[in-house]
């Protein structure tokens, strides 16, 4: 089914309410991202889903990222939204310094946000400003790390068994 809205529509609907927030637009493999500024993401979605024409009434996942040289912009959140009315897709980012990773959560948006919130906050620790129980959901809670962040080597530097031809390097 053909959506009932462009990328173009949509990211120009969205840079007259809030241009001063947008960092950067783009559109990889047709999918309309747009990046923002985390101070006012909660007031982009909350728009997004009451906006009468966009209707962006679903948020389908949310997640984070770690980029570990982008100084300041080491962690990201990803939002992916969804308006069931038009059938269009929308992917909003955030940048947060791994210094202090608070946003704002979006659970009084979308009820779905709960747990997406919570296990980014598990993997990441971006902390969702809030939340009605930002704790560990499938991690233990003694754990002092959050273990997706890209802090750690992958493998054993001191094992000599490991023969590296056979694994491509």
């Known amino acids: 089914m053909k959506s009932n809205l462009t990328n173009e529509q949509v990211a120009e609907s969205i840079k007259a309410q809030f241009d001063e927030a947008i960092i950067s637009v783009d559109t990889p493999y047709d999918f309309l991202t747009i990046e923002v500024e985390a101070s006012k993401t909660y007031s982009i979605i909350e728009w997004l889903k009451n906006n009468e024409t ?3 009434n ?4 949310l997640g ?5 040289e982008s100084t ?3 962690l990201v959140v990803v939002y992916h939204l969804h308006s069931m009315v038009n059938n ?3 992917r909003l980012k955030t940048a947060l310094p791994i210094s202090n990773p608070e946003i704002d959560s ?4 979308y009820d779905g946000a709960n747990w997406m ?10 902390i969702f400003k809030g939340h009605p129980n930002l704790t560990r959901i499938l991690n233990e809670d003694t754990m002092d790390y959050f273990p997706l962040r890209k802090e ?4 054993d530097a001191t094992r000599e068994d490991k023969d590296d031809r056979f694994f491509g390097r």
């Open 54 to 56: 966009l209707q962006i």
């Open 88 to 90: 269009f897709r929308l």
């Open 117 to 126: 919130e919570r296990e980014t906050y598990d993997f990441y620790g971006i």
């Open 106 to 109: 979006i659970v009084k948006i």
């Open 58 to 61: 679903f948020l389908t996942n």
């Open 72 to 74: 300041d912009r080491e």
């Open 152 to 155: 750690y080597h992958l493998e």
């Open 64 to 68: 984070g990222v770690h980029y570990p």
